[in-house]
């Protein structure tokens, strides 16, 4: 079984940049594809980004697309998400996931979750 725990949440300005971190732990944490979700209250968690195991492959939300940006350290069973140019529509609780299958992981099918942590821009 695989756990994750996020970091890295806070307050900050429009504008701003923040990067979140997730520590991975467990079997074969290596091997699973890993993202960033996000849920404000009352919303449905959306997708933000994802990548594969290796790193080879990454796809985003269109809404942070060219603003954040998601890498894996499988040495350090760690996953980032750089945010840049940060607006308060960005606020939300953010999650890291985890799961096999890459496809599964992008549809939110059966992902592992982290206990999320809190990302607010004021404007």
């Known amino acids: 079984q695989v756990h994750l725990v996020e970091s890295g949440g806070g307050l900050v300005q429009a504008g701003d940049s923040l990067r979140l971190s997730c520590a991975a732990s467990g079997r074969s944490v290596g091997s699973h594809a890993m993202g960033w979700f996000r849920q404000d209250p009352g919303k449905e968690r959306e997708f933000v980004a994802a990548i594969t195991w290796n790193g080879a492959v990454t796809n985003y939300a269109d809404s942070v697309k060219g603003r954040f940006t998601i890498s894996k350290d499988n040495a350090r069973n760690r996953v980032y998400l750089q945010m840049n140019a940060l607006k308060p529509e960005d606020t939300a609780v953010y999650y890291c996931?985890?799961?096999?299958?890459?496809?599964?992981?992008?549809?939110?099918?059966?992902?592992?979750w982290g206990e999320g942590t809190l990302v607010t821009v004021s404007s």
């Open positions: 996931a985890a799961n096999w299958i890459y496809s599964d992981l992008t549809s939110n099918t059966k992902n592992i």
